[in-house]
């Protein structure tokens, strides 16, 4: 039986959770600025910033949640260690989450139910990612060897089990994008989902011109100001490119799906690029924030996960929130004219094309997601008006908590309702509601 | 901090010295003062010696926090600020008219005093002089001073106290014939296993290629049973781990007592001053010894408001 949670469980929740800031550092591109930061000096750097913000020197929150996707096996600690080398109290307990891309809005939805279920009063959700200090592992044949070895108890032994080793078994193994279970790189996924949508080219630069556009316009009025902090040299996202046009965009080559019989669409420009960075979301009860006399942005009302079947399905690897968001507005009894923001992860163009054409396409939302009809179009006015992550950049974990609380400060600005769709790796995705406060 | 030699003369540099040509200059001057045994200490060259506009190189900022093992954040660590300085005081004791011997001189403690955090960002002047010529019982003592200034406002100051052993001056005060007390190891709270090779890293990140601390060859030299640690890497450590993130003024001191052979192991005890109910995590007294000769290698505090 499929699992339809109804509104008397999530959407009516005992206490509020309210989103009270949240801060990040600015996004680098891939061997950059942050080339040498690991994902616990982002992470601590990201709550630096939001321990000065707040005024949480020496506070013991309720809990820290946070994560990075791709994570050395030394960092298993990673979100506690962090704690320990910022200025929050030592007290403060904290742990790792890992969703995917969907790892910092999922670390949102945790902490934010704990905090309506009465069990914590405040929370810091968040996540780090780092395309440059990638772990790097060992062969699987090297790997083997030196385990074996560790447990060798005789010089005899020792050599026997050296004299296995290969020379190839000396290559390390950088870790990459490709699906484990079909061997394809997400990109490629997508590019099979941009095709089957049949979405042009020119709508994708025109999506990823507009992320741009928004990103910039966002920064030259300042609204990052009390939600990023520098580092490491870096002002603003070193992805931001604010003079791109759709012009530029057209002349940039094709890099995914060009083996497929339609025409290869998907290029470096809107695709997004292998990034560095770290954001962090403080979250509180409201008795909390009006306690410690901080502000309330907007509240988090509610949220669902979906994952489809993209290895024998015939559903794409990103589609999952496709799938999520009808469950999640059904219980909370709502459609797209309720909302006033829509924040859509932009891991590619094509991702927000398809699954905007999937919730208009009547005979897919009825074949597929089992609705009467279609479930609407998004006014385009209100999709990503912050710029996304064609523009900011995609740092993996990171983007939950960019996201959530560029969202939060936009409903504290402009009041309304705000919809968050994250898709992941694994053919999984987050849905997530938040509201202004009045 | 005052000045005791009279108007000290403000020796102008033009950029911070390289430490390794400073070292170069300082084992050519004791090669020739080994040659010509030339006088006895008397008294400090009545100079400071200043550097303005000094930019903090973030890469080089970076290597420093990991090889602590601290975050790579931007706020300077407090004796990132000194390992910044140090080549200005440095330049004040390569000086001709310096009266001790640079090279070999044994590190005794550090004080300093930080009136509030400093980021990569900002640009830093710097001044340092020698104070305080004085009797040891087992040479001649001196204290270096280092200050930092940013936009003409005073953030950081450093004394440095060094000894020059077997430099004997007037008036040095006998050994004391007291049995010190001996050392009780506290309860230990953790341990630093320090590589072979952390003399040379260090140097690599701080600039400091002093011989003492780069190889066994080198350090006997000088004197010593074979490479030790930087102390400033040792109190760059304790300070990181006392106060991993501070915010607002800090103040460490640390002295030196045994040298920490490399490779080799430390042990410590990181722990609140007892009876310090008011203001529990202002202060932390640490204590690092080597658990198998039950000697202390040094002991400190930093305090954090």
Request: net charge neutral.
């Amino acid at each position: 039986m499929a699992d339809q949670a109804g509104a008397q469980n999530a959407a009516q929740s005992p206490r509020t959770a309210v989103v009270i800031g949240g801060n990040r550092i600015p996004f680098a591109r891939a061997g950059g600025a942050y080339a040498y930061s690991s994902n616990r000096d982002m992470l601590i750097a990201a709550l630096d910033g939001l321990v000065a913000r707040f005024g949480l020197q020496g506070e013991r929150i309720g809990e820290v949640a946070a994560g990075a996707v791709l994570k050395h096996s030394r960092d298993f600690n990673l979100t506690r260690e962090a704690v320990l080398g910022s200025a929050l109290s030592p007290e403060t307990p904290a742990y790792d989450l890992q969703q995917a891309c969907a790892t910092g809005l999922e670390t949102v939805v945790g902490l934010s139910n704990k905090i309506k279920l009465g069990q914590i009063e405040s929370g810091i959700a968040g996540g780090v990612d780092s395309a440059s200090d990638a772990p790097i592992a060992v062969s699987e044949g090297l790997r083997r060897v030196l385990l074996d070895l560790s447990r060798a108890r005789t010089t005899q032994q020792k050599i026997r089990i050296l004299s296995t080793l290969r020379p190839k078994d000396l290559s390390p193994n950088a870790p990459g994008t490709g699906e484990p279970r079909t061997g394809l790189s997400m990109g490629e996924h997508q590019a099979i989902t941009t095709a089957a949508w049949q979405i042009t080219r020119e709508a994708q630069d025109e999506l990823a011109y507009r992320s741009h556009q928004n990103l910039a316009a966002a920064y030259d009025r300042g609204f990052f100001a009390d939600l990023l902090t520098p580092y490491r040299g870096l002002m603003r996202d070193a992805n931001l490119r604010a003079d791109t046009s759709p012009e530029k965009l057209a002349t940039l080559k094709p890099v995914f799906g060009k083996g497929l019989d339609s025409p290869a669409t998907m290029t470096a420009g809107n695709s997004t690029p292998l990034t560095d960075g770290a954001a962090v979301v403080l979250l509180g009860s409201e008795d909390y924030a009006r306690a410690n006399n901080l502000p309330m942005l907007a509240n988090v009302v509610d949220a669902e996960a979906a994952a489809v079947d993209f290895v024998q399905g015939d559903e794409g690897l990103l589609m999952a929130p496709v799938h999520a968001l009808p469950r999640l507005l059904k219980r909370n009894g709502l459609t797209f004219a309720d909302f006033d923001f829509f924040e859509i992860h932009e891991a590619f163009a094509g991702t927000v094309l398809s699954s905007l054409a999937a919730w208009e396409d009547e005979e897919y939302c009825r074949r597929v997601l089992g609705l009467d009809g279609a479930l609407g179009s998004i006014d385009r006015s209100k999709l990503n008006v912050n710029g996304s992550s064609l523009a900011a950049g995609h740092p993996f974990a990171a983007t939950g908590g960019r996201i959530v609380a560029s969202l939060a400060k936009t409903l504290s600005e402009q009041g309304g309702r705000g919809l968050i769709s994250v898709c992941a790796a694994g053919g999984q995705g987050v849905v997530a509601i938040l509201e202004a406060r009045n | 901090m005052s000045q005791e030699n009279g108007p000290a003369h403000l020796v102008q540099l033009e950029a911070v010295p390289a430490l390794a040509g400073l070292y170069r200059r300082a084992v050519r001057t004791t090669v020739s003062r080994r040659v010509t045994r030339k006088g006895r200490p008397s008294v400090l060259p009545a100079v400071r010696h200043r550097v303005g506009g000094v930019r903090v190189e973030l890469p080089a900022l970076t290597r420093f926090q990991h090889l602590l093992g601290s975050a790579a954040r931007d706020q300077l660590p407090s004796a990132y600020l000194h390992t910044v300085a140090f080549p200005v005081a440095m330049s004040v004791l390569a000086r001709p008219d310096f009266p001790l011997p640079l090279l070999g001189m044994v590190h005794l403690s550090n004080e300093v005093r930080q009136e509030r955090q400093v980021v990569a960002s900002e640009t830093l002047d710097v001044v340092a002089w020698s104070e305080s010529l004085r009797p040891h019982p087992a040479g001649t003592q001196v204290d270096l001073v280092t200050e930092i200034a940013v936009d003409g406002q005073r953030v950081w100051s450093g004394r440095s106290v060094y000894l020059a052993r077997g430099i004997r001056s007037e008036g040095a005060p006998e050994r004391s014939s007291v049995e010190r007390p001996a050392f009780v190891p506290p309860v230990p709270t953790g341990r630093w296993r320090l590589d072979a090779d952390l003399g040379r890293r260090y140097a690599a990140v701080s600039g400091d290629w002093n011989p003492l601390h780069l190889s066994g060859p080198s350090a006997r030299m000088l004197g010593m049973k074979g490479a030790i640690a930087h102390g400033m890497y040792l109190a760059a450590r304790m300070v990181d781990e006392a106060v991993p993130a501070p915010s607002g003024a800090l103040s460490w001191r640390v002295d030196f007592a045994t040298p920490v052979q490399l490779p080799g192991t430390v042990t410590l005890c990181f722990a609140s001053p007892a009876g310090g109910d008011a203001a529990p995590r202002s202060r932390i007294d640490v204590v690092g010894w080597d658990a198998k000769r039950r000697r202390p290698h040094f002991t400190g505090w930093v305090g954090a408001e």
